[in-house]
């Protein structure tokens, strides 16, 4: 089976979505590219998570052309194609339609960095950009134009959801779950009130220590 260790990392990937409340029903997916070959390996369309495999993950090329595949390709293919192509930094895109998060793509709002997490994890705010249809490339262009100049790894998309980057597909998993988790504590501080922002200095700070100081190195 064509790489069969991305296929298993994607697998597990799609069913932690799951684990981790970011999905409902057949929405959302994850992919991730293999670096030597540039093939990329994503959830197929449609399939409900507990009929995943590692056998019926889709690999594509990088222009999203099938390559080895049992079930057709998830919807979004095209725009985690077109992302891959832009950003060589990124071997794993993780989708999204989680509550919180999404809830401040349909107002079109970025999340504010209120939060020392926020500061740890996205070095700023949490960008939304604008709206893009499904099925194409168009996705993917508004998430790589969205996160230019930006250190967050995940960007909403307005009236859709979240996407989120990574090394692989673990680092774009943690970014996603990271934004719901963020966004849901965001939302409850403005139903309390107006929430305080930190200063930029001092998130480059947080985000400086998080990044080279903070776990095991």
């Not at 998309?157 to 970014?175: C, I, P, Q, S, T």
Request: one cysteine or more.
């Amino acid at each position: 089976m064509l790489l069969a260790k991305l296929r298993e990392e994607v697998f597990e990937a799609n069913l932690e979505l799951s684990e981790h409340g970011l999905v409902a029903w057949t929405s959302g997916n994850v992919s991730g590219r293999d670096p030597e070959t540039g093939y990329v390996v994503i959830k197929p369309s449609g399939v409900k998570f507990r009929d995943l495999a590692p056998k019926n993950m889709v690999i594509v090329d990088r222009d999203g052309n099938i390559i080895e595949a049992t079930h057709k390709a998830s919807s979004d293919t095209a725009s985690h194609c077109y992302i891959y192509r832009q950003r060589e930094d990124v071997n794993g895109i993780v989708h999204t339609h989680s509550r919180y998060a999404t809830a401040f793509a349909a107002l079109g709002k970025s999340i504010p960095c209120v939060l020392t997490a926020m500061a740890d994890e996205f070095g700023g705010d949490i960008p939304c950009g604008g709206f893009a249809l499904i099925g194409g490339e168009e996705i993917g262009q508004v998430v790589v134009d969205t996160l230019k100049g930006s250190r967050s790894p995940a960007a909403l998309l307005r009236n859709h959801g979240v996407f989120a980057v990574g090394k692989d597909a673990e680092a774009a998993l943690k970014a996603a779950v990271m934004t719901e988790d963020v966004a849901a504590t965001v939302w409850i501080a403005m139903q309390l009130g107006e929430p305080l922002p930190i200063a930029s200095p001092d998130i480059d700070k947080l985000y400086d220590r998080y990044t080279n100081v903070y776990g095991q190195k």
